[in-house]
């Protein structure tokens, strides 16, 4: 009785591999989102930045960020296991979404020149060094 058991298991799993194997061979196949990067010179999109977490530090991969006056928009992809978000604040304040790895968040802020300072809102982030400035000329 016992065995018949093992046995009728080990065959579920010995199918299951099979399979399996042929099915996860197709996970190579994500989609580069590129969303509206590629309009060159039309007018009300504002600036577009582009940001990354650092994937196994405190930091982001930029610490200074540059963007002209008006909608400004930063995009933090995250490649890192631990949740960051991508905010600004300095006469401005807003947060972006919250996200793990393989996410992206974004913020999007309409701003007069000056220095902004860009950061990660999540627990104590931003103390540790996940923060950037921000010039908008
Ligand atoms: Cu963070």
Known sequence: MKR???LSVTALVAVAGC???SNSSSSSATTPST???ASGGGGGGGSQLALAAD???LKFDKSTLSAKAGKVTITMTNPSPLQHDVSIKGGVSAQGNIVGQGGK???TVTLKPGK???YCS???HEAAGM???LDVS
Do not use: C, K, M, W
């Open 4 to 6: 018949a058991l093992i």
């Open 19 to 21: 399979g399996g194997s």
């Open 35 to 37: 969303t509206s990067a």
């Open 55 to 57: 994937p196994s530090q």
């Open 105 to 107: 968040s974004v913020v």
């Open 116 to 118: 902004y300072t860009f």
């Open 122 to 124: 999540v627990d104590s």
């Open 131 to 133: 923060t950037g400035e």
